[in-house]
């Protein structure tokens, strides 16, 4: 019988445990913490919204759909249906001291603006998820089918600099269309769980929108770590046995991928052991 393919983050969760090390942080809570993991999604084995705590999918929706229009304030996320931006735009010390930021809100040049209108050396702004699309339209064996959220010469105008910093598509032959995303910094019970359902959503999006089939989401991580401060919720989370997977449903008549809405973008048959609070590291 097959594994079920969340045992791979729960595996790595418990390793971070029992040999990560100690290590202080930005934020002053400090972390346990390995370097270089992966894990790989199928979605033939459903959409894999964890299921050993329960997922908030709406917040995940609609934080996505705010990074497809390109939103750089907290104002616009809650418009959307989620406050997760609001402590990083009004409540991070460096960023209310950083003199590039512009008032309440503000959160800069985050993931979407760099998404969606990267600046050239010439000031130009280059819309790179548009780009993309073009391309798996055009030339789908391309190997430059990439986003990149990390921009060197910006990182001091964003309230935070990207933990999930590059994505890149891959066409198989059975018109299958995988991703995979490299993630800097991962923040292992309160973010991963969130960007894994965020990117297997955003492939089965773009999918839809070039005419292909999701296949694989495959997520690379970097710094892996677990703050101190949840230790005990992932003990929890560890005693807990995976459930079956739920399954991702699209609105078939939506064509372009600055169309989706909130209620375009279904979790269906979701089952879910009860969530777990922790407090989120600023």
């Known amino acids: 019988m097959k594994r079920h393919p969340e045992y791979q983050y729960l595996d790595i969760l418990r390793e971070v445990l029992e040999n990560g090390m100690n290590r202080p942080d930005r934020t002053g809570t400090g972390t346990r913490a390995l370097f ?13 919204a964890l299921t050993t705590k329960k997922l908030a999918f709406k ?14 304030s ?32 503000d959160l800069g040049r985050i993931y979407g603006v760099q998404w969606r209108s990267w600046r050239d050396p010439h000031g130009n702004e280059v819309d790179q998820l548009r780009g993309v699309i073009k391309g798996l339209t ?7 089918h990439i986003v990149t959220a ?3 010469g910006e990182i001091g105008e964003m309230a935070l600099p990207p933990c ?6 891959f066409v198989r032959n059975d018109y299958k269309l995988d991703l995979l995303m490299v993630q800097r910094s991962c923040d292992m019970f309160l973010g991963v769980p969130f ?24 997520h690379i991580l970097n710094d892996v770590h677990i703050y101190n401060n949840h230790t005990e919720q992932v ?11 739920g399954r991702l449903w699209l609105n078939p008549n939506v064509v372009d991928i600055d169309e989706f809405t909130m209620d375009d973008i279904k979790l269906v048959d979701y089952v879910s052991h009860p969530g777990i609070k922790a407090p989120m590291a600023v």
């Open 36 to 48: 270089g993991r992966m894990m790989h999604f199928d979605m033939a084995d459903g959409f894999p």
């Open 59 to 72: 917040a995940v929706k609609a934080e996505l759909l705010a990074f497809i229009r390109g939103v750089d």
């Open 74 to 105: 907290a104002a616009g996320f809650r418009e959307l249906g989620t406050t997760i931006w609001d402590q990083n735009a009004n409540e991070n010390e460096q960023w209310l001291n950083n003199p590039n930021r512009r008032g309440e809100d």
């Open 138 to 144: 055009e030339d789908p064996f391309s190997r430059r």
């Open 150 to 152: 990390w921009n060197p």
């Open 164 to 169: 999930h910093v590059l994505f890149q598509f």
């Open 195 to 218: 960007n894994i359902a965020s990117y297997s959503t955003l492939l089965h999006m773009v999918a839809h929108v070039t005419g292909y089939y999701p296949g694989e989401f495959i």
């Open 235 to 245: 003990n929890t989370q560890l005693r807990r046995e995976p459930l079956p997977f």
